[in-house]
């Protein structure tokens, strides 16, 4: 059965530093991959979503993800965090025929925080 | 407007209640979701609908059922509702083959 990992539930970052959310998942067969971020008191909003083929993703607010299928890994980047970027992150692999379904399997979230 | 709004936001139900969450979209998606969020869990997948009474159990269906009447409304109801429903639900929409989800704010459920 297909699965997400995200083996960090907290990161604290600085301002300005860089980030980097780590993604597992266990599927059988081309996964399609996404990363969704909730914002405090807010649903989920999707960042970025992988369709086989380029492996590097970008996405909105200056992140972006590699898929690396030799890892089983979905990790996602951002080069400079800002304090807006404080949220929780999730990823998701869809499930169903051809990977187009809105069966999404979540891990279980990263909070990130950001420190001055 | 593209929007998924819930309603109520929160709720304090005693156990043994009916509960009902209901979901609206704007955005005329053909499938919409109910998933519910614990800590340390992420999201889990309640229900999905693929259009009006056409309705299917997710990963978690037992102690719940929906109701879709009408394209933009997709109701979750608890009958009897229990105290391990404590929980944030969160209803999505989506068109039909596509995988980018609209969420709602969430529903937050206490039962005592």
């Known amino acids: 059965a297909q699965s997400v990992t995200q083996p960090d539930a907290r990161v604290t970052v600085s301002e300005g530093a860089s980030l980097q959310l780590r993604c597992k998942y266990s599927?059988?067969?081309?996964?399609?991959l996404f990363w969704y971020v909730q914002y405090p008191r807010q649903g989920l909003q999707l960042l970025l979503k992988y369709y086989p083929g380029d492996p590097v993703v970008q996405g909105v607010n200056g992140f972006e993800a590699e898929f690396s299928k030799s890892n089983s890994s979905f990790h996602l980047r951002k080069a400079s965090v800002h304090w807006s970027d404080w949220a929780v992150y999730f990823c998701a692999v869809s499930r169903g025929t051809g990977g187009l379904s809105g069966k999404l399997t979540f891990g279980e979230g990263t909070q990130v925080t950001v420190i001055s | 407007d593209m929007k998924v709004t819930q309603m109520p936001r929160y709720l304090i139900k005693r156990m043994g209640e009916n509960v009902l969450l209901e979901c609206g979209q704007d955005m005329s998606h053909e499938t919409m979701y109910w998933y519910r969020q614990d800590p340390g869990l992420g999201l889990q997948l309640i229900y999905i609908?693929?259009?009006?009474?056409?309705?299917s159990e997710g990963d978690i269906p037992k102690g719940y059922r929906v109701s879709r009447k009408k394209r933009e409304h997709f109701s979750l109801i608890l009958d009897s509702a229990k105290t391990n429903q404590t929980s944030v639900y969160f209803c999505?929409?989506?068109?039909?083959?596509?995988?980018?989800?609209?969420f709602g704010e969430g529903s937050r459920l206490i039962v005592v």
């Open positions: 999505a929409s989506s068109f039909l083959e596509r995988n980018t989800l609209y």
């Open positions: 599927y059988f067969g081309t996964p399609y």
């Open positions: 609908s693929y259009d009006v009474d056409s309705n």
